[in-house]
C-alpha cells in the first residue's frame, strides 16, 4: 500500500500501480514525499532537499503553530471567479469559437476590460483600436487569451485583509505575473517543458507564500513574536516553507503533477526528478529575472539568475538565453500592465 514514508498515512485518493511519478502533501504530518513506479508497482521516498519539516520545525514553536493552520489558511482562499474558469473550459473544446469565448467574457466586467485592454496594448495591437470582444479574442489567440484568464483567475488570490501586508502581497503579485511571462518567453528555448501550461506553472509558483501569509498574520493565535515584526525574518520564513505550502495549495486545487513538481521544486530545481527538471529550472531562472528586474523581494537576484543560467547550460546544455534574459523588461511590462487595469 502507498503511504506516507513519514507516518504511514495514505494518500486520500489510491494510486494505481505503474503510475508515473507524483508527488504528494501527505494530509496528516503534512510531509511532501514523491510516488514512483518500481517493478510493477509503487514505492514511496522523501521529497528532498528541501529538509523535512520535522527537521526544519521545533515541536511547540511559532512556525510548530502556524504549519497546524495551514489548511485553514487553504480553506479561506477567496473562490476563483467563474467566467475566467469557464473560458479556460471551452479553450480547450476544439469546437468553441471566437464568438463562443466572447459570449463567456462579456459575462464578466472586469473579465471584458482586461481582454479589451490587452488586445489594445502595445505589445498585441494592430492599426485599429479594438472594441468588440469577438475581435480581440481573435487578436490574442487561445494561449494569450488563456493567459488573461488565469492572471484573472489568480489576481484576487493577493490581497490582505490586514492593510499592514498589502504592500507585501502585491509584490508578490507582480513577482509572479513576471515569472509567468518570462517562463513562457524562455520556454522556447529549454526543451522538456510544457509549453502550454507553462505560463500557469510559473504563475502558482510562489502561492505557498500567500497563504504561510495569511496563516502567519490572521489564523495563527499564539504570540509571533518577531515573525510579525520584522519584515526581513518574515520574508525569509515565508521563502523557507513556501515549497510545502504552496503544493498543498495545487493539490487542493487538484492540478496535474506538472504543476505540482514544479510548485515544490522551483526553489531548488536540481533536486527536482529529471522528467521535472527543465521546468524546475525554467521557473526557477524566470523567478530570480524578474527579482533582478525589480519585481520581487529578493536579494542578489541577479548573481543568481546568473548562477541559474549557469546550471541550465551545464546540466540541460541550454546557452541561448542571453537575449531573451537582456529583453526581460520588455516581456513583463504588457502583463504587469493587465495585472493593473
Not at 515541536?59 to 497546524?68: D, K, P
Not at 513538481?261 to 527538471?277: I, V, W
Not at 540541460?316 to 520588455?330: H, P, R
Amino acid at each position: 500500500m502507498v503511504a506516507c514514508p513519514y507516518c504511514m498515512t495514505p494518500p486520500r485518493r489510491a494510486v494505481d500501480a505503474g503510475d508515473a511519478w507524483r508527488i504528494y502533501s501527505c494530509q496528516e504530518c503534512l510531509e511532501a514525499y514523491l510516488v514512483r513506479p518500481d517493478k510493477g508497482g509503487s514505492r514511496t521516498t522523501p521529497a528532498r532537499p528541501p529538509a523535512s519539516l520535522n527537521d526544519s520545525i521545533a515541536a511547540g514553536s511559532v512556525m510548530h503553530g502556524v504549519i497546524r493552520v495551514l489548511d485553514e489558511s487553504i480553506q479561506h482562499l477567496p473562490t476563483v471567479p467563474d467566467a475566467p474558469q469557464r473560458v479556460l473550459s471551452a479553450i480547450h473544446d476544439p469546437i468553441t469559437t471566437s464568438a463562443d469565448l466572447a459570449a463567456l467574457i462579456n459575462e464578466d466586467a472586469v473579465f471584458s476590460m482586461r481582454v479589451l485592454h490587452t488586445s489594445n496594448s502595445v505589445t498585441f495591437a494592430g492599426r485599429q483600436s479594438i472594441t468588440d470582444l469577438r475581435r480581440a479574442c481573435a487578436r490574442l489567440g487561445l494561449r494569450n487569451l488563456a493567459n488573461v484568464a488565469h492572471v484573472v483567475a489568480q489576481g484576487h488570490l493577493y490581497r490582505s485583509v490586514n492593510p499592514a501586508y498589502a504592500e507585501i502581497m502585491e509584490q508578490f503579485w507582480q513577482h509572479a505575473v513576471a515569472t509567468a511571462r518570462l517562463a513562457e518567453a524562455f520556454a522556447g528555448a529549454v526543451p522538456g517543458v510544457p509549453q502550454n501550461s507553462i505560463f500557469l506553472m510559473a504563475l502558482v509558483h510562489d502561492i505557498g507564500k500567500t497563504v504561510l501569509l495569511d496563516a502567519i498574520t490572521n489564523r495563527y493565535k499564539g504570540r509571533a513574536g518577531r515573525l510579525k515584526d520584522s519584515t526581513p525574518l518574515l520574508l525569509q520564513t515565508l521563502t523557507k516553507f513556501a515549497p510545502y505550502a504552496g503544493l498543498r495549495v495545487v493539490r487542493h486545487w487538484s492540478m496535474g503533477p506538472e504543476v505540482c513538481f514544479a510548485t515544490f521544486y522551483s526553489a531548488l530545481p536540481a533536486a527536482a526528478p529529471d522528467l521535472f527538471k527543465p521546468s524546475a529550472y525554467l521557473i526557477a531562472l524566470a523567478s530570480a529575472v524578474a527579482d533582478a528586474c525589480g519585481y520581487g523581494v529578493a536579494p542578489d537576484a541577479a548573481l543568481q539568475a546568473e548562477s541559474l543560467a549557469a546550471e541550465l547550460a551545464q546540466q540541460l546544455g541550454i546557452t541561448n538565453l542571453g537575449k531573451v534574459i537582456a529583453s526581460a523588461d520588455d516581456e513583463i511590462a504588457p502583463y504587469l500592465d493587465l495585472a493593473k487595469a
